[in-house]
């Protein structure tokens, strides 16, 4: 059974920056896409941004203005959302994900969920 682990999280002040990591427990997840997830409380889960394992590409929600990268350290197997610039609206647990079939945003499609990471950005 495929494990995914996030961490990273905690109160950052608006402006500031957190790094993310989104470790797996297993290696043959090499080529499924990893997907960051968010849901703030009250609202639906909102993709963020993934990384295609199969060619490497990224892609992110268009509400971030460049403000997140996604990136994988294959070495340790471990996928990060860099956050930079923080907003309030940011605030909400975070969720990686992983999928076996091709890119999407939906989050009915990815097979392998973490347990989240709190991100509450306030000052």
């Known amino acids: 059974q495929v494990q995914l682990a996030e961490s990273g999280g905690g109160l950052v002040q608006p402006g500031g920056s957190l790094r993310l990591s989104c470790a797996a427990s297993?290696?043959?997840?090499?080529?499924?896409?990893i997907g960051w997830f968010r849901q703030a409380p009250g609202k639906e889960r909102e993709w963020v941004s993934s990384?295609?394992?199969?060619?490497?590409?990224?892609r992110y929600a268009n509400s971030l203005a460049g403000r997140f990268t996604i990136s994988k350290d294959n070495a340790k197997n471990t996928w990060y959302l860099q956050m930079n610039n923080l907003e309030p609206g940011d605030s909400a647990v975070y969720y990686c994900?992983?999928?076996?079939?091709?890119?999407?945003?939906?989050?009915?499609?990815?097979?392998?969920w973490g347990r989240g990471t709190q991100v509450t950005v306030s000052s």
């Open positions: 994900a992983a999928s076996r079939g091709i890119w999407s945003m939906y989050p009915g499609t990815y097979d392998f």
């Open positions: 297993e290696f043959t997840l090499r080529d499924y896409v």
């Open positions: 990384f295609i394992g199969t060619d490497g590409n990224k």
